[in-house]
Every structure is written in C-alpha cells, then in structure tokens.
C-alpha cells in the first residue's frame, strides 16, 4: 500500500430560503386608492406572509399622505386612483 492522502469533507449548512412573492397592496383612505408593490415573505412561522419592513413603512407613509390630503407625496410613491361612486 502506498501513502494516502488525508481527506478532507466539508459539509456546507444551507438553510431553507424565506421564499418572496411580489404582491400589488391597494391602501384605500377616504376617495382615494393606491397600488403599492410590496414582497410578501413566507416563512414557516406563524406570523407568515408578511411585508419587508420597507414596504411596510412605504404603505404607512400613503396612507398617511392620504390622510394630510398630500396627494402629489402619494403619487410619487405608488400608482393613486380617484374612487367615484356609481350608484348611491
């Protein structure tokens, strides 16, 4: 038998990926409605899905527009709707 060269194994830990879906959220105050692009993360833990805290933030920040009545910040935020009642 000849000389053996030592062996060496490595063994790489990859855990499971939070698995991300793009998501269209409509924010609706008073006679306006917004869509905002949002990433849903779903996770095996009971508080799944839910939104990357920027998204999260960015929904706070139209609704919160859409309560000043500031309009123009909204828009540059998302795509905003005027709602008009068809029937009453």
């Not at 959220?25 to 899905?49: N, Q, R």
């Given at each position: 038998m000849?000389?053996?060269?030592?062996?060496?194994?490595?063994?790489?830990?990859?855990?499971?990926?939070?698995?991300?879906?793009?998501?269209t959220?409509?924010?609706?105050?008073?006679?306006?409605?917004?869509?905002?692009?949002?990433?849903?993360?779903?996770?095996?833990?009971?508080?799944?899905?839910y939104?990357?805290?920027?998204?999260?933030?960015?929904?706070?920040?139209?609704?919160?527009?859409?309560?000043?009545?500031?309009?123009?910040?909204?828009?540059?935020?998302?795509?905003?709707?005027?709602?008009?009642?068809?029937?009453?």
């Open positions: 000849g000389k053996t060269k030592p062996v060496v194994i490595i063994t790489a830990y990859r855990p499971e990926r939070d698995e991300k879906k793009r998501y959220k409509l924010v609706h105050e008073g006679p306006y409605v917004a869509e905002v692009d949002v990433e849903l993360i779903e996770t095996d833990t009971g508080w799944s899905p939104l990357k805290l920027e998204d999260a933030y960015r929904v706070d920040d139209i609704r919160d527009a859409f309560r000043r009545g500031d309009i123009d910040l909204a828009s540059k935020l998302a795509w905003v709707f005027t709602l008009t009642p068809v029937a009453i």
